[in-house]
């Protein structure tokens, strides 16, 4: 924020870090922050400090502008990382994400780098896979690998970088063939896993559903946005219900969303909730539900259908607020 408005807070953000007491790292962090890029040298400077038997505080690498330099370097698609010095990337990023350290009083009282070395593997294994720049059928063989690594917070991460630089290339749904593309099917995944990552996997959805295809069929680009549809029923079904019902319901309300992709959400929601439900859950999704242009097509003579039932629960059981 401060950068674009012509300010280096660099070396405040530094100072806060504790930096001070450690000028190499200091200075190797400083002037990879500055220009904005990672380079070997000072890359090499951090790795033998933090490869040592007594290396600097881990805080001093989660610096989140770095930690995005990291992730960008290893996982988005077209970043050149010289193979001698790939291995320190990996470890200077795992050891930022799995390293636990307790100081008192300025003196490190414990280190523990447990998970330090899976960490590193874990990184190792989705960039190769990455890096390979494999088609979906490829990728499919990969699946099992990735779903293990994908365990691991900052590999689900990179993922998600990798895969955001992927499907908002112009050309790949023409050249896509599957239902679910496998690289959707590996957000599925993290949604799973990583409840932090639920927001920034919406917001790659909402991306994707609301870029013009023109030049696909009318008919494949709506086969494409019920996909992401699913891809949000599932975001919904993981916990993420409140932003993606407000999602759902601005496009209905803002006018321009084809009705049979709204009916196709309220459709597949209907299929997996079951009452009780949150005041706000209600509030929201009601007024959707009850739209007759939306569901009127949907409900029996008897009541005895899925949006019918709803209602009558809702109206029963809730107060809602105009």
């Known amino acids: 924020m401060h950068k674009k408005r012509g300010y280096n807070i660099t070396s405040i953000t530094m100072a806060l870090n504790g930096a001070a007491a450690y000028p ?104 190769n896979v990455c890096n390979d720049s494999k088609g979906s059928m490829e990728l499919v063989a990969e699946v099992n690998a990735f779903y ?26 023409k050249l896509t063939t599957e239902h679910t593309p496998v690289h959707l099917a590996l957000l599925d995944e993290v949604v799973t ?36 549809l699913d891809r949000m029923v599932h975001l919904f079904s993981r916990g993420c219900v409140v932003p993606v019902v407000n999602y759902i319901k ?23 909730i079951a009452p009780p439900y949150t005041t706000e859950f209600v509030q929201l999704f009601l007024p959707i539900v009850e739209t007759e242009e939306i569901t009127g097509g949907m409900r029996t003579d008897n009541d005895c259908d899925p949006v019918s039932e709803f209602i009558v629960h809702c109206k029963a059981n809730y107060m809602m607020i105009a």
């Open 24 to 127: 190499r790292a200091c200075q190797a962090l400083a002037a990879m922050l500055s220009r904005n890029s990672l380079n070997p040298a000072d890359i090499t400077v951090l790795f033998k400090m933090y490869s040592g038997a007594d290396p600097p505080p881990v805080d001093l690498l989660r610096v989140p502008h770095f930690l995005d330099l990291l992730v960008d370097a290893l996982f988005k698609p077209g970043s050149k990382i010289n193979p001698e010095h790939k291995p320190k990337y990996i470890h200077l990023l795992a050891y930022a994400a799995s390293v636990h350290e307790i100081f008192k009083k300025g003196q490190r009282k414990s280190l523990n780098r447990d998970e330090l070395n899976a960490t590193v593997q874990s990184i190792e294994k989705v960039h």
């Open 148 to 173: 293990q690594c994908i365990r691991f917070p900052v590999v689900a991460i990179g993922v998600v970088r990798w895969v955001e630089c992927t499907v908002t290339d112009p050309s790949y749904f």
């Open 193 to 228: 896993n990583h409840v932090t990552l639920h927001q920034k996997v919406l917001d790659l959805l909402v991306q994707l559903f609301e870029s013009p295809q023109d030049e696909l069929d009318v008919l494949v680009q709506l086969e494409r946005r019920k996909m992401l």
């Open 250 to 272: 601005s496009c209905w309300q803002k006018e321009d969303t084809d009705i049979s992709l709204i009916r196709y959400f309220v459709t597949e929601v209907l299929d997996i």
